[in-house]
Each structure stands twice: as C-alpha cells, then as structure tokens.
C-alpha cells in the first residue's frame, strides 16, 4: 500500500485534527502518501483531494474543529453514490481510507469495502462517546470539560437568585456527557434517554429538594430526554411554582481547542489506524479499551449497543442527596 486517504465525516469533534496529523506523519515516517479528503463522503463524490505531508498539518493540533471540513452527504447512502465516490478514489490510486466520525460515517466506509473493495479503517470522532467498541471517543473529554465550565458559572447565578436551572447538554441517543457533567458539576438530578424517569417523578424530585431547604438546584438534561431542556423546564416549573430557567449549551460544546487527553487519544488513533492498514487491516474500527488499542468490526459499532454505567447512574443519585 503506497496511497491512501483520510477524510472526517459527520458532526466535527475536536481532536479531529489531532488524528489528521498523526495519520499524515506516521504515513510519512512508513512510505506512505496520504491524500486529504475535504468535506467527507460529498468531497469524496466531487474528487476534492489534496496531498498532505508532514508540514500541512504543523501547528494543527491544538485546533478545534477539522482542517479537511466536514459535511452529511444524503447521496453516499445510495449505491449509485458510493460507486461514484469509489470511482473517484481509484482514478486517484488511493489504495486505503481512514475514515474519522461516528457511525454514520462507518456505515459508508464498511459499504465501501463491501461493495467496491475499498480497505477502510473507522477513527471514533464524536462528542456523544456513543460508539461500541471504545472506551472513549475523540472529542468527548473535551465536551465534558466544556459544558462543565458553563455549568460551574451556571451555578453561581442560580445561588444568587435561588433559582433552578435546567441545563440542556447534547446527546441526542445517548447520555454520557450529561452523567459526567452532572457528576462532576454537583447536579441535583440527571435526565438521560437511556433511563429516562417520567416527568412526574422529576417534579417529585424537585418538591423533595426545596423540601430539604435548597434554595437551588442543577438539573442536567440530555437533549434525547423527553423533548430536551424547554420542555421539561415549562412542565416542572408550572407543575411547581418554582422559579425555573433553562440553558441550552448546544453547539459550543462541539469547538475550541481539544483537551491534552483529546489530543493524545486521537494521536495513538491515527496511528494506529494507519499501522492497521499496513497490516492488513480493514472494515474496523481502531479504539481504546481498558487503555490499549483493540480493533473492532465496523459493523459492531452500531449494531451493538454501548450503554452508560450503572454504577456511575447511583453514584450520581447518591451524591445528589
């Protein structure tokens, strides 16, 4: 194998660019050309590529967001689109892929292989951590970390004005982001989609709370829970009386510069998918579990389910006493 390419797919992630880099100076350190895919699957189709060497990715570590660009691309979840975007990687002599997103984008490098022969290894990049397979996903720390931040002066306005707060987090399938803020903000209580209590028993939860003589409280919900944050901030405080807002964090949780435990998941990925490949490697996933590198069937990541702890869920009810 003497080309390949990477591309990033999907929703970005920071630490994207982390992994470009170490895909480009470990094919260069092996012999390897690598060629840049921009904007994903729909560059792919467009023959937007470009050859990346070692100094086309200095000082891009510490960058958020993703350098190649990223896009959803309806038309590569066609047969009729996968075969062109095959089409434009084979008159480009590209032998391999590396294909950094979620599992939408390991959809389409798995029916590149199966259908057009194309060796594909999948990065997990997404904040949602939801992949199976990984311990942790590119991007997620960093989102943690950043919705904590909002969390921590979130929390100092509700004290002032004895306040309750209904902080929506993105996870649309998924509530990993919101356990560990909320763990790690103090959080009176947790609104996950995977375990999700009904509106009732948060309005109870609430009652109980103001009870025990809090003057204010975090409540964490995930945005897959119930129709997010909005609404169950309009339920409760009607059903309470309660003075209640709502914060949603949205996409600011998905920029700025990646944390050091981002950027060196991301390095030992992309290595590590690049040495994947040289061996032989492909229609896999490269992740980290217990703190080594696996390789897992890009099928099983989204055919199987990755669920939250449920240690980690009575751990956070215990300390919301």
């Not at 990477?6 to 880099?21: C, E, F, K, W």
């Not at 959803?72 to 089409?87: L, M, N, Q």
Request: hydrophobic share 40%; with cysteine; glycine share 14%.
């Amino acid at each position: 194998m003497k080309r390949i390419g990477v591309l990033t797919s999907g929703g970005d992630a920071p630490g994207m660019n982390a992994a470009i880099r170490a895909v480009v100076r470990t094919g260069a350190a092996k012999g390897i050309e690598v060629i840049g895919v921009r904007r994903g699957y729909a560059g792919m189709m467009d023959g937007e590529f470009e050859t990346l060497g070692p100094r086309s990715v200095a000082n891009t570590v510490q960058r958020g967001g993703t350098i190649l660009l990223t896009a959803r691309c309806k038309a590569f979840y066609t047969p009729e689109g996968r075969a062109i975007g095959a089409s434009k990687l084979k008159e480009a002599g590209i032998e391999g892929l590396v294909v950094i997103g979620g599992d939408g984008s390991f959809h389409g490098a798995h029916y590149l292989e199966l259908e057009h022969d194309i060796k594909s290894v999948g990065v997990p990049g997404t904040i949602d951590n939801d992949l199976y397979g990984t311990d942790y996903t590119i991007g997620y720390d960093t989102a943690v970390n950043t919705a904590l931040s909002a969390i921590d002066r979130i929390r100092d306005t509700a004290a002032s004005h004895e306040r309750l707060f209904f902080i929506e987090v993105m996870g649309r399938h998924a509530g990993f982001i919101a356990l560990d803020v909320g763990i790690a903000g103090g959080a009176e209580e947790i609104l996950i989609p995977e375990r999700p209590e009904s509106l009732e028993q948060v309005i109870e939860i609430v009652r109980e709370s103001a009870k025990k003589g809090k003057t204010s409280s975090i409540i964490i919900v995930a945005e897959g829970y119930e129709g997010g944050g909005l609404k169950v901030m309009d339920t409760v405080s009607k059903a309470t009386g309660l003075d209640a807002r709502v914060s949603i964090l949205g996409h600011v949780q998905r920029g700025g510069s990646p944390t050091a435990s981002d950027r060196v998941l991301a390095s030992r990925l992309g290595n590590a998918a690049v040495i994947a490949l040289l061996d032989g490697k492909s229609d896999v996933m490269v992740g980290i579990h217990a703190g080594e590198v696996v390789h897992v069937p890009l099928h099983e990541t989204w055919e199987k389910k990755k669920d939250v702890s449920l240690e980690m869920r009575e751990l956070a009810k215990t300390l919301a006493m």
